[in-house]
């Protein structure tokens, strides 16, 4: 064309703008006025469109200068332009810029409003997004389904979806009808917050609501299906995605291939995966990971070395899926082939890789290994995330492992990562476990974003560490706060106030539990009453509490009335208690010798059906050990075994000495039924553990055990002497209790 006016410039950028080749709008825009024509108020508003969606802020800002001086800005009729304006510097992340064309605009009509609304939103301005919202209606203007589908995705997205469920209810409200926008964006929010029973119930008002599902929505719904292994429903959901025709679209492909590889259904995911036409890296991690959730790994490796071929690259997550497949089917050494080669292949490792071998490492019982990946991790300036700390942080929750969890605790606070609540709450938890109530409380102190499950971490803490008082403290302190108890807060405070004798204030929590605090007794809430009960001496009122409950007894219940019938001397109770764990755990060769043993004492006065044992020989073929720590090196010790030095054994010769008067009286009043006597079985480990933790270690610090079986009478009275004659704080953890000794006494206030 020989001369090329408006309308031919108009039409040529209309062509590329309704095609979406923005690139080739930009062009002709800086073409057509370098020839010398510019646009009009309509041309320059397309123009403007095409810059937002490329975020070319610098040709936007000149076309905003531009509408200036042509006057396009000023009347009640260039909204339009305005709007545009606005829409570009949004688009291109200047929402400062934004702001000021929105605070000079005249007028403002519906699409003004959902553009501010939703650059804020996209600048995680969630209250001035609210606050617009309510400007909105104030001055006139009813948002529509655009404007609340902004905000509600928006918010969905972050997480917060109460806030996005709340504004649904708004939404309604204002006689606005969610569309499958709106109800896809909920859903996908609540998969994506791992909340799948929420998003299944958010599809099923969707339907109820007469809304047709989109391709989206199903692949969400099935992927909260595979979330929550529910195969019948996301079968049901299959079918629905043939009958609209998205079953061989790539993403509700991908969604049935990892929902039916979730439910164990592993040739109909095999077959899906086949059926998508067009697989992309998401299909084939599925179907990888769902060979090696199914434990094939073989077969996940095949497609693992087969997706270069077609044209498929493989990412970390690729990678990671295969280790964490290797490592949790007990091929660790493959697990950490492939860990120490993926670099090689081009793929960098990333957080979740290590966060996989050290999750791995504690799943299998290497804790010391899991502990050296951690370090090893930080040593390549890898940043641990709360799902590292989460992983490695219950390896070290015990006795022996107090300096581990400081160094860990350290890390944490380095990383900034105190303030996690789930990290918090774990905390507390290692460091009641490893025999520091200080740090767990001081942990608690720092906690300000404190649920329920960290008020139980504090409670049961101090009901570990033998501190009553401070368990029904904590739990008046929690109801005050506004924190609902739950089931573990009710069964801890019930045990506090037997440990406290306290019967009656226990009766009243356990019987206006259900009306109080919505919880229905369960098996813990009965054996904590039989131990209320059973403390105080009330041991037929605790046998009537098991006798008429409507659950069936567990081994539990059983033992916490033996434990009071022991402690009271009641052989015909502890009998029966004992005959009732024999018939649930008959294999258990403790609970054998515990029956032989009280069968001996019963003789045949007492109408108790008699249990067959075996000899004690027999009985006793396993090996008792314990566990502790010195100068930061765990030793191990076995029953039986002899003392490492002559210094030792002197040593311990000179206490069996001098506490034998003291130790004659140990038990006085309960009936000697131990697992294991040391007449039978030589020195008892933790005797041995003892001598050594006193004559190696500082005399600062306290000597701590973990023993593999429960403490006998002797041990427990000879644990209690020395920390008397020594001036030795000495912890003992063994499968029922950690006892704390102290000035001659036990945490335990000798009942365990």
Not at 72 to 86: A, I, T
Request: net charge negative; charged share 20%; aromatic share 8%.
């Amino acid at each position: 064309m020989g001369h090329r006016d408006l309308l031919a410039w108009s039409a040529m950028i209309g062509a590329y703008a309704t095609r979406g080749i923005f690139h080739e709008v930009l062009a002709l825009a800086v073409s057509m006025i370098g020839e010398g024509v510019l646009p009009d108020r309509f041309l320059i508003t397309r123009i403007l469109q095409a810059c937002a969606y490329a975020e070319d802020q610098r040709l936007g800002s000149v076309l905003h200068s531009m509408a200036i001086r042509r006057g396009f800005m000023g009347r009640v009729k260039d909204v339009p332009v305005g709007n545009s304006v606005l829409v570009m510097y949004v688009k291109c992340g200047e929402l400062g810029r934004a702001r000021a064309v929105f605070d000079k605009m005249r007028r403002r009509d519906l699409g003004t409003w959902n553009s501010m609304i939703f650059g804020c939103c996209r600048s995680c301005q969630w209250e001035e997004a609210r606050r617009l919202l309510d400007e909105m209606r104030r001055e006139g203007t009813e948002p529509g389904v655009v404007t609340w589908n902004t905000l509600i995705s928006s918010y969905a997205r972050s997480g917060d979806l109460d806030v996005a469920v709340d504004l649904l209810g708004q939404m309604e409200e204002c006689g606005v009808e969610p569309d499958v926008v709106t109800w896809t964006s909920l859903v996908s929010g609540f998969v994506h917050s791992d909340r799948g029973d929420e998003a299944l119930q958010c599809f099923i008002r969707m339907r109820v609501a007469g809304v047709e599902p989109n391709g989206m929505t199903i692949a969400c719904a099935i992927s909260a299906c595979a979330s929550l292994k529910l195969l019948r429903q996301g079968s049901q959901l299959h079918c629905h995605a043939i009958k609209i025709g998205t079953v061989n679209n790539v993403l509700s492909g991908n969604s049935l291939v990892d929902m039916y590889a979730k439910c164990g259904e592993i040739v109909a995911a095999y077959r899906i995966f086949n059926e998508i036409p067009e697989k992309d890296i998401f299909s084939w991690n599925s179907m990888v990971a769902g060979y090696a959730q199914a434990g094939y790994c073989g077969k996940a490796y095949e497609l693992f070395c087969k997706m270069e071929s077609y044209g498929i690259q493989r990412n970390v997550i690729t990678w990671n899926t295969m280790i964490s497949g290797y490592i949790r089917n007990g091929d660790d050494e493959r697990a950490f082939e492939l860990f120490q080669t993926m670099e090689s292949y081009g793929v960098k490792k990333d957080t979740a890789s290590w966060n996989i071998l050290i999750a791995g490492s504690v799943h299998n019982g290497y804790f010391d290994r899991a502990l050296r990946i951690f370090r090893q991790m930080q040593s390549v300036l890898i940043k641990p995330d709360y799902i590292t700390i989460l992983s490695i942080i219950p390896a070290f929750a015990n006795l022996v492992a107090a300096w581990k969890v400081r160094e860990i605790h350290a890390c944490i606070f380095h990383h900034n990562l105190e303030m996690d609540g789930k990290i918090a709450n774990a905390l507390i938890n290692a460091y009641s476990k490893s025999g520091d109530l200080a740090g767990a409380c001081a942990v608690f102190d720092r906690h300000s974003s404190r649920n329920t499950i960290s008020w139980n971490c504090i409670i049961v803490a101090h009901l570990l560490h033998g501190s009553p008082t401070k368990v029904v403290d904590y739990f008046f302190k929690m109801k005050q706060q506004g924190v609902l108890p739950d089931h573990t807060t009710l069964t801890a405070v019930i045990r506090a106030y037997g440990m406290e004798g306290m019967v009656s204030e226990g009766r009243e929590i356990f019987l206006n539990m259900d009306k109080d605090y919505n919880v229905t007794p369960d098996l813990d809430h009965y054996a904590a009453m039989v131990d209320l009960l059973g403390r105080s001496g009330r041991l037929q009122e605790a046998y009537a509490v098991i006798d008429e409950m409507p659950l069936t007894p567990n081994l539990i219940l059983w033992e916490s009335l033996l434990t009071s019938a022991r402690m009271h001397g009641n052989v015909r109770l502890a009998l029966l208690a004992a005959t009732e764990m024999s018939m649930i755990e008959p294999n258990d060769p403790r609970i054998q010798v515990v029956v032989s043993s009280l069968q001996d004492l019963a003789g045949q006065s007492f109408d108790v059906p008699k249990v067959t044992v075996h000899s004690k020989e027999r009985m006793l073929g396993g090996v008792e050990s314990c566990s502790t720590e010195i100068r930061n090196m765990v030793y191990l010790f076995s029953t039986g075994d002899k003392v490492a030095s002559e210094h030792e054994a002197a040593e311990l010769k000179l206490m069996m000495t001098e506490m034998g008067p003291s130790m004659l009286s140990a038990g006085n009043g309960t009936l000697e039924v131990e697992e294991e006597m040391e007449e039978v079985a030589r020195i008892h480990c933790e005797k041995l553990a003892i001598i050594v933790g006193i004559l190696n270690s500082p005399h600062f610090r306290s000597i701590r055990i973990i023993k593999t079986a429960r403490m006998c009478n002797h041990c427990h009275t000879f644990a209690k002497l020395v920390s008397e004659k020594y001036g030795r704080q000495i912890l003992i953890k063994d499968p029922k209790y950690l006892h704390k000794f102290e000035n001659g006494n036990c945490s335990c206030e000798d009942y365990w």
